[in-house]
């Protein structure tokens, strides 16, 4: 079984411009979620999808962040305009429950952002 | 309010010191607590999910044990390929919040 795809997985861009990661998750999950770990701090919720629609974006920080899930399969996270902040490894997981109780939440390697 | 904290940050190892590792959490109704390894440059890798207190995981060398305020990764005879970064997280409503994790570095 495959699992969850990032790409890319580094990105270097400057303060201003827009990027867009992607992620695949592991096939027939409908829960999709992104998390970032930003230098120094621990790795943070933003966002969780239940099939194409958001359950919760509690944790996007601004309305720069977009996150969208195209018939509940990949998943995009734009940032636009990227901000120095913005900088940070942004993971995905997908489950196929609400708590996959047996197997926990599958992570992607994630994207590493730098922001200049 | 939530929180996770996970000591020690860091720790060095021989090959073969049995240790623990503790993450202590203050959440309103746990309904889950997650163990992951992290490898440089990779995403979180799932260890264990306990539930409730007095539950015990174990898993090669590792055995994830859980109290009320508190859970704890023992790591027996470990082996250098047992360094890593190790995270806790708590299950708030269909969300994970991650502690900040501990570093193991384990030496031949």
């Known amino acids: 079984e495959a699992g969850v795809t990032q790409f890319p997985s580094h990105s270097v861009i400057e303060k201003g411009q827009t990027v867009t990661l992607r992620c695949d998750p592991i096939s027939g999950h409908d829960n999709l979620y992104w998390y970032r770990r930003v230098m120094g701090k621990e790795i943070k919720f933003l966002l969780h999808?239940?099939?194409?629609?958001?359950?919760?974006e509690s944790g996007m920080p601004n309305n720069r962040f977009l996150a969208e899930r195209t018939g509940g399969t990949y998943s995009t996270l734009k940032v636009q305009p990227a901000e120095l902040e913005d900088s940070g490894v942004y993971f995905c997981?997908?489950?196929?429950?609400?708590?996959?109780?047996?197997?926990?939440?599958?992570f992607g390697s994630g994207t590493r952002l730098t922001v200049v | 309010e939530d929180q996770v904290t996970q000591s020690p940050e860091a720790l060095r190892l021989q090959e073969g010191e049995s240790s623990s590792l503790n993450c202590s959490y203050t959440v309103s109704g746990l309904r889950g607590l997650f163990w992951y390894r992290q490898d440089p440059g990779k995403g979180p890798e799932f260890l264990f999910t306990l539930y409730s207190a007095g539950e015990e995981k174990e898993k090669e060398r590792l055995k994830a044990t859980l109290t009320k305020k508190e859970s704890f990764l023992h790591i027996t005879a470990p082996k250098p390929e047992d360094s890593a970064t190790y995270l806790c997280a708590v299950d708030l409503r269909g969300k994970l919040q991650f502690g900040a994790g501990t570093q193991v570095v384990v030496t031949p």
């Open positions: 997981a997908s489950s196929q429950l609400p708590r996959d109780r047996s197997y926990g939440y599958t």
């Open positions: 999808f239940v099939k194409e629609s958001k359950q919760d």
